[in-house]
Structures are given as structure tokens and as C-alpha cells.
């Protein structure tokens, strides 16, 4: 049976139903699975298109999402009228119905009608403006799933990151840099490279904190106090993890293939090299949850959105690799 994949298309002010409409107008993209879209009511999008005609490509109309293509059905949820949701800026209207897409998908998910969610990018000021307590997809996920012990994976090019502290300020971030935490994302990025991507024995670079790893104790303790101690007890329970890394030569190390997951202390040590080399086609995923969430690992682009110029390059690797995770996780475990 092809995967079932749920689409939300994220704020409607901005580039995410642009993406999510470029994404399934290519046939290829159609073939990997049956796709349940959840956004806006079928007569909302001559709003989004607003007479640009470069909204979408010259071979597909806007009924794409009428359910006249096969293997797509569109579950129009009720939403703010988009008239009341101005392109281009954040707005409660827009982030309102931003969450109301995510609910239903999950939802859909729990009753066990689709396999996975593709989110397309929200905005977190017009979330805020709206009124829900959620800083972003992650804890929303965590929450209705009631899997608060999650994770985000990256992968672009030749990098799978995973982080140890998200969105929080970098000040925040050191302090929060324990052994724990460490200890969580390495079992939690190993169990999903062998369960959901085929890597029988990943191999864990984890990076130091500090400029050379702290050379020994001179540019901080973190490594010797808290890092090594996190792989010790990772290599104690069967995990194969090097570390610490300098951070400046780390992920050079895996682009040339030593190391199939880079665990990363903050946000910016991880995703500042992966968007380096795969801006438009890393994709965003959330482990720990009971099924398969992958992400586009862009933003609304609310400065673009509308004028058609958005690439549609990482919902597509977000669809692809959310396939790849599902028919790998139905799989017989060894």
C-alpha cells in the first residue's frame, strides 16, 4: 500500500501553498504516495492566486486541488476568510488558520488516516498573534502526540544534523548543553538512522562546544565535564559515537562519509553548514513522534510570496524523505 502523506500548507500569507502546489503538479512527485492536503477551502485559491499568473506553471490550473487529480484530495478546513488574511505580512487571521491546518492533520494522523505530515512553514509572530501558546510545530507535535521526549533532525546534501538545543538564545543555549541532553538526541538520532533510514550501525560525530573542542581545557570545560562523559555512556549502551569534534573541522570529516549523523550542541553549529551546501533542498525532521513528520526547513518568505518565485525544491525533498522514512518503518525489525 503507498504511503499516505498529509500536506498542511502553512501560513497562507506566505510561499507555503505556492511550494505545496508546485510540489504535487509534478507527476513524479504524485507516484510516490496518496496525498491528503490540508488547507484552504477549493474557492480560496483564486484568492491566493490573486490574478499572478505565475502562481503556478503554465500546465497546472488551481483545480489540482479539487480532487480531479488522482491520488490528491484536498481537506478544506475552515479557516478565516482569506480575504481577512493580508499577503505578504504575519497576521492572526493567517496564523490562525496556519495551526487549524496542523490540528487537523494531526488528527487525521491519530485516527490513523494518513502515515506522516509534511508541514509547509509557518510564521511564529502570527501563531503568537493568534493566540496559541506554541512556539513552533515541534512542541505542538510533541504535545498532542504526548511525546515530549522529540528531537529535530536536518538533512541536505551530504549532513544529517541533529541538535541539542533548538530556539533559544545562544547564552541559553550553553547552559543548556548537559550530559542528558547529549545522551537524549545521540539514542534518539540512532534509533531513527537504523529504523527509518537503513544504517544498521550509524556513526555519531558529536561536536565540542567550544574553538578546538576546548584544546584540552584551555577554551572551557564543557567537553571534559560534560561531553565526554555523554559518549562515554553512549558507547557504554552500543552506540557508535566520536567526539568531541572541533566544530570547525567536523563536518568537513562528514562530508567526506566518516560520520552518517552530526550531532551539534546549538542551533546555528548545525544548520550554518547544512544551509550552506543544501539551502533549497534540506528538509526538517521531528523524531521521537509515533509517526513520520518531515518539514520544509524554510520560512513563509513572506517578503516573496504571491510573485511565484518559490522553489518548491524542499517540500519535495520533505515528500521524498518522509516516503523513504514510512515504507523503511514498515520494514521488519532486525
Given amino acids: 500500500m503507498r504511503p499516505r502523506l498529509g500536506i498542511t500548507l502553512g ?93 487537523s492533520a494531526i488528527e487525521a494522523a491519530r485516527a490513523g488516516r494518513i502515515d506522516a505530515i509534511v508541514t509547509g512553514p509557518i510564521s511564529k509572530d502570527a501563531v503568537r498573534q493568534a493566540g496559541y501558546p506554541w512556539p513552533g510545530h515541534t512542541e505542538l507535535l510533541a504535545e498532542k502526540f504526548e511525546t515530549p521526549d522529540v528531537a529535530m533532525m536536518f538533512a541536505g546534501g551530504p549532513f544529517r544534523v541533529i541538535l541539542v538545543t533548538v530556539h533559544v538564545a545562544l547564552a541559553e543555549a550553553i547552559r543548556q548543553v548537559t550530559a542528558d541532553a547529549i545522551l537524549r538526541v545521540m539514542r534518539l538520532g540512532s534509533a531513527a538512522l537504523r529504523r527509518q533510514f537503513g544504517i544498521a550501525v550509524p556513526r555519531l560525530g558529536v561536536c565540542g562546544l567550544n574553538p578546538h573542542a576546548g584544546e584540552a581545557g584551555r577554551f572551557g570545560y564543557e567537553e571534559r565535564e560534560i561531553i565526554e562523559p555523554a559518549i562515554e555512556q553512549a558507547q557504554a549502551e552500543g552506540l557508535c559515537a566520536f567526539g568531541p569534534l572541533p566544530p570547525d573541522t567536523a563536518f568537513y570529516q562528514a562530508m567526506r562519509g566518516k560520520f552518517d549523523l552530526m550531532v551539534a550542541m546549538y542551533h546555528d553549529q548545525g544548520l550554518i553548514p547544512l544551509k550552506t551546501v543544501a539551502f533549497e533542498d534540506s528538509v526538517n525532521i521531528t523524531l521521537g513522534l509515533p509517526i513520520v513528520r518531515t518539514s520544509v526547513d524554510h520560512g513563509t ?34
Fill in 301 to 334: 518568505a513572506f517578503d516573496i510570496a504571491g510573485r511565484g518565485l518559490a522553489s518548491p525544491r524542499s517540500m519535495k525533498a520533505a515528500i521524498r524523505i518522509a516516503v523513504e522514512m514510512v515504507e523503511r518503518g514498515r520494514q521488519p525489525q532486525p
Fill in 11 to 103: 501560513d497562507p500569507a506566505g510561499i507555503g501553498p505556492e511550494v505545496a502546489l508546485k510540489a504535487l503538479a509534478d507527476e513524479a512527485v504524485r507516484r510516490l504516495a496518496d496525498f491528503a492536503v490540508f488547507g484552504c477551502p477549493a474557492d480560496a485559491w483564486a484568492h491566493l492566486a490573486g490574478g499572478r499568473p505565475d502562481f503556478v506553471t503554465a500546465s497546472h490550473a488551481l483545480d489540482t486541488w479539487d480532487g480531479r487529480v488522482e491520488g490528491v484530495q484536498l481537506i478544506e478546513i475552515p479557516s478565516p476568510p482569506l480575504g481577512d488574511i493580508p499577503l505578504g505580512v504575519p497576521s492572526p487571521a493567517g496564523g490562525g488558520a496556519s495551526l487549524l491546518f496542523v490540528l
